[in-house]
């Protein structure tokens, strides 16, 4: 199944946590989960940016489960993160 393992959510918030110092004000975490495909696992996070006159940027990231599912939604943050901090 697609269901979220627990604590999927803290793992993606402590890493953006650990990355606030570098990113503006209002940057949070909008989903946060590990889905099952037919070969695979992948963590996917939605990190959303607030942005003028009531819109968004919302930044996808994925990274592939190879061992524990905590170390790919960690990686899955930054990999969504990373275009945004590299300016």
Same mark, same amino acid.
């Given at each position: #199944?697609?269901?979220?393992?627990?604590?999927?959510?803290?793992?993606?918030?402590? #890493?953006?946590?650990? +990355?606030?110092?570098? +990113?503006?004000?209002?940057?949070?975490?909008?989903?946060?989960?590990?889905?099952?495909?037919?070969?695979?696992?992948?963590?996917? #996070?939605?990190?959303?940016?607030?942005?003028?006159?009531?819109?968004?940027?919302?930044?996808?990231?994925?990274?592939?489960?190879?061992?524990?599912?905590?170390?790919? +939604?960690?990686?899955?943050?930054?990999?969504?993160?990373?275009?945004?901090?590299?300016?």
């Amino acid at each position: #199944t697609n269901a979220p393992a627990l604590g999927e959510g803290s793992v993606a918030e402590a #890493t953006l946590d650990a +990355l606030r110092p570098l +990113l503006p004000k209002g940057v949070g975490i909008e989903s946060a989960q590990v889905v099952n495909l037919p070969a695979r696992r992948v963590a996917v #996070t939605v990190v959303v940016f607030p942005a003028a006159a009531e819109a968004s940027q919302a930044l996808v990231g994925s990274a592939l489960v190879r061992g524990d599912a905590e170390d790919a +939604l960690a990686r899955c943050v930054l990999s969504a993160l990373n275009r945004r901090i590299s300016r």
